[in-house]
C-alpha cells in the first residue's frame, strides 16, 4: 500500500510564525514517531504516539512544540513562534506495532528565515 | 544515555570496491541495532536490522553487517559496491525492551560511488 506520507514538503517561515506539519502514516499503523533532522546530522526523536496515546514527549525541545494524533491516524506537529534554530527537516515514521520495523515519510523540510 | 558514533562522514570508492562503515554505540544492556539508507531524494529506508541471534545479519541489496557485542559495534560491509549505492547510511539503536522503540542515529556517513 501507500508509504508514510507528509505535508507539506517544504516550509518556509517567517521568524515568530507559527507552522503546522502534517504526518499520514501508513493505514493500520499503531505507532507514529517525530524525529528532527537537522543539517549534517541523523534523526533526533522528538516524540512517540501509540495510537491517540502520546507515550513519549521527551525529545521536544521546547514548549513551543506540540504534536496531536486525536484519532489515532494522522498526526500534526505544530511549532509555535518559530525560530531560526527550528530549521531542519521533520520527519514522520511508523511501525504496526512499537517493536515493528519504523517506515519513514519523505519529509518537511522547514526553513524559518 | 545512548549515542551511536559513526566514524566515516564522507567515503569515495570506485566500483567493485569493497564497503565497510563503521558504527559503535554506547549503551550497557541488551539493544537493537540498525542500518538506515536515504537515496538522493528519497526517504529514509531499512537496510537491515539485528535483534537477537545469528550476529551477521544479511540485508537487500548484498549488504550485511557483524555485531560485535564486546566492542559495541555494528559495521556495514559490502563486497562490491555499485554505483546505485550512493547514498547517505545511517546507523540507529533503540534500548530492547525499552518504554518506546525510539531510535538513536548516528550522524550518517556520505558514501558516493565512483563510476
Known amino acids: 500500500g501507500a508509504g508514510v506520507s507528509q505535508s507539506p514538503r517544504y516550509k518556509v517561515a517567517k521568524r515568530g510564525q507559527d507552522v503546522a506539519l502534517r504526518c499520514d502514516p501508513i493505514?493500520?499503523?499503531?505507532?507514529l514517531f517525530w524525529y528532527q533532522q537537522a543539517l549534517g546530522q541523523g534523526p533526533e526523536f522528538l516524540t512517540y504516539?501509540?495510537?491517540?496515546?502520546?507515550?513519549?514527549k521527551s525529545g521536544l525541545p521546547s514548549d513551543r512544540f506540540f504534536a496531536e494524533r486525536p484519532e489515532g491516524s494522522v498526526s500534526t506537529l505544530k511549532i509555535q513562534r518559530t525560530q531560526q534554530e527550528d530549521s531542519a527537516v521533520y520527519l514522520c515514521?511508523?511501525?504496526?506495532?512499537?517493536?515493528?520495523?519504523?517506515?519513514f515519510g519523505p519529509g518537511t523540510r522547514l526553513l524559518v528565515l | 544515555a545512548q549515542s551511536v558514533s559513526q566514524h566515516n562522514h564522507h567515503v569515495i570508492l570506485s566500483e567493485a570496491a569493497s564497503l565497510e562503515l563503521g558504527c559503535n554505540y554506547s549503551?550497557?544492556?541488551?539493544?537493537?541495532l540498525f542500518w538506515y539508507v536515504q537515496y538522493p531524494g528519497q526517504h529514509l529506508q531499512l537496510l537491515l536490522k539485528?535483534?537477537?541471534?545469528?550476529?551477521l545479519v544479511k540485508g537487500i541489496k548484498g549488504f550485511e553487517a557483524e555485531f560485535i557485542k564486546s566492542k559495541f559495534s555494528f559495521n556495514l560491509r559490502k563486497p562490491s559496491v555499485q554505483w546505485s549505492d550512493t547514498a547517505e547510511y545511517f546507523c540507529?539503536?533503540?534500548?530492547?525492551?525499552?518504554?518506546?522503540?525510539?531510535?538513536?542515529f548516528g550522524t550518517g556517513t556520505l558514501l558516493a560511488v565512483q563510476p
Open positions: 515514521a511508523s511501525s504496526f506495532g512499537v517493536w515493528e520495523t519504523q517506515y
Open positions: 493505514s493500520g499503523h499503531v505507532s
Open positions: 504516539f501509540q495510537n491517540e496515546a502520546q507515550l513519549d
Open positions: 539485528y535483534f537477537s541471534g545469528d550476529p
Open positions: 549503551y550497557g544492556g541488551t539493544v537493537n
Open positions: 540507529a539503536v533503540n534500548a530492547d525492551r525499552s518504554a518506546t522503540n525510539k531510535l538513536i
